[in-house]
């Protein structure tokens, strides 16, 4: 069968050209599909197109807006099988993992889709006198969109749905390693009888498409999600142009384990977050900060339950970790094994690339835990964004408090205790954008804000109502009758 083509969407049209290919990192011998390799020219086509669809799209009425967005999220869900199937194939998680993503992305549109219905804006009493006031949402305008490898559906639809049922039009730009899932919403935006122009997509090398983007002048506000090198870059390009800019990047997350923690859980918990999606989740967890008392039981019942993790083929039934998204992902996770080594010596479990059989068409890794590190260590400060978990000894709550919170880092944290008042010194005083308790680090879902805090990201939150705030502005009109 030969290799499927997906070529970008431009202006309501499927646009060729040169290709690359997007290859299965857990068999790179397969190839699932060629993608057109964008230029910056069509970057500027895309925005041109997006500009000039604005004003058609911003002034259709909400609900006939989010009428569309039902049907891309019935397209979606008839394809949802083959969705979860092309995911695991592109990025490499688990089928089951991948399913439930693309459940998610489903559900994204319906909630926003019935945001068309409400789009809150603010009616409050005037001072004066048979005076009316009043704000309404306004879109924002042209928005780019640059999305990564991680959640190839998830993350692309929670930046569409809400830019688009608030009015606005989009450039879409997927991560290179995992494109065809975004791809896949924007085919369903296409066969759901979105207007040409309102949703565009331009795949390619982001280094090659970056500044294109930035500065094509249709574009006014940019959402990004991905490193904290980038995103830094992007922000700076942005600011000359005065654009809107939200950016969602690294993190370096904790998970407390306190001696009075339902034991079995936390052991659970911290391994679901540390190593499901091979640690590749920007909520996982990668510092577990365990209380003295219960440090040697815990680290124990966490390398037997490790070691019981089956990698693998995620497309396989009973394969619990899939491989590094890519070569560079692999040799950063063997790089840091190596940093561990010199750090704290040997890991107590993993710590190597798994070869052999089928691991030598991927980018297997084994689940790695190195205990004993301490806060200034490079394991315990840098983000490794794989399945390597460092273990900390913390003399009591305060102190796991204290060293969870020394870092630049504040995107999501967990607690595990059953002690209230404990939750709640927690809850008030952690520094991070998204807090659990007595569940994994990561794990969210869409009706509430998205976000952290700290060097991890910038400007308003994603998801949930508060999605509105980044693309729409308001207009406050006082009306004297
Ligand atoms: P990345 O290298 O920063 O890439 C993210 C996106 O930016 C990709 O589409 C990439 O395109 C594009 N890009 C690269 N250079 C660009 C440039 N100069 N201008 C504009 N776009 C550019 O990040 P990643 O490796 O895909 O993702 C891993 C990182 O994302 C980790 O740091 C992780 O913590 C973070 N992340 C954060 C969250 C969150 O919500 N906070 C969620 C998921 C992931 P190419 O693919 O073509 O390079």
Redesign the pocket.
């Known amino acids: 069968m030969s290799t499927p083509q997906f070529n970008n969407y431009i202006n309501g049209e499927w646009v060729t050209g040169p290709t690359f290919e997007n290859r299965n990192p857990a068999n790179t011998d397969e190839v699932v599909g060629n993608f057109v390799k964008g230029s910056p020219s069509d970057v500027e086509a895309a925005a041109d197109a997006a500009g000039a669809a604005l004003p058609g799209w911003a002034n259709m009425a909400g609900p006939a807006r989010g009428n569309l967005l039902y049907k891309v999220a019935d397209i979606l869900d008839r394809k949802f099988d083959q969705l979860g199937e092309e995911m695991t194939r592109e990025e490499g998680k688990t089928l089951p993992e991948a399913k439930g993503e693309v459940r998610r992305a489903i559900n994204i549109f319906r909630y926003f889709g019935g945001e068309g219905s409400r789009m809150p804006g603010m009616i409050v009493p005037s001072e004066r006198d048979r005076v009316h006031m009043f704000a309404i949402r306004k879109p924002v305008g042209v928005c780019g969109l640059?999305?990564?490898?991680?959640?190839p559906v998830a993350?692309p639809a929670w930046k569409m749905a809400p830019a688009l049922i608030a009015g606005n039009t989009i450039v879409v730009?997927?991560?290179?390693?995992s494109p065809l899932s975004a791809w896949r919403i924007v085919e369903a935006c296409h066969e759901a009888g979105i207007p040409k122009g309102v949703v565009n997509f331009v795949?390619?090398?982001?280094?090659?498409?970056?500044?294109a983007?930035?500065n094509a002048k249709p574009i006014k506000a940019v959402s990004?999600?991905?490193?904290?090198?980038?995103?830094n870059?992007?922000h700076a390009?942005a600011s000359k142009r005065h654009l809107r800019i939200q950016l969602?990047?690294?993190?370096k997350n904790p998970t407390i384990v306190l001696a009075d923690a339902d034991f079995n859980s936390a052991v659970e918990n911290v391994c679901n977050a540390a190593f499901f999606s091979t640690g590749?989740?920007?909520?996982a967890t990668s510092r577990a900060i365990v209380e003295d008392a219960i440090y040697d039981k815990f680290v124990a019942a966490l390398v037997e339950r490790t070691r019981k993790l089956k990698v693998g083929n995620g497309m396989k039934p009973g394969i619990d970790i899939g491989p590094a998204?890519d070569q560079g992902?692999l040799d950063t996770n063997i790089r840091y094994a190596e940093i561990g080594r010199k750090e704290v010596g040997e890991p107590l479990c993993g710590g190597n690339r798994l070869t052999g059989g089928d691991f030598d068409k991927g980018y297997f890794f084994e689940p790695t835990i190195f205990a004993n590190v301490t806060e200034n260590m490079r394991l315990a400060q840098e983000?490794i964004?794989g399945p390597v978990l460092a273990i900390m000894r913390a003399k009591d709550f305060e102190d796991c408090m204290r060293i969870a919170n020394n870092i630049p880092f504040g995107?999501s944290a967990s607690i595990q205790t059953t002690n209230l008042s404990r939750v709640f010194e927690y809850v008030y005083r952690m520094e991070a954008g998204l807090l659990t308790v007595n569940l994994p680090s990561a794990g969210v879902e869409y009706q509430l804000p998205?976000?952290?805090n700290k060097d991890?990201?910038f400007g308003p939150k994603?998801q949930g109502p508060a999605a509105l705030d980044f693309y729409s502005d308001y207009k406050t009109v006082y009306l004297k009758y």
């Open positions: 640059v999305t990564p490898w991680n959640f993350i730009k997927p991560a290179s390693a795949a390619g090398s982001g280094g090659a498409l970056g500044s983007l930035v990004f999600t991905g490193s904290c090198e980038v995103g870059w992007l390009e969602e990047m690294g993190g590749q989740k920007c909520t998204i992902q983000e964004f995107l998205f976000g952290g991890s990201s994603e």
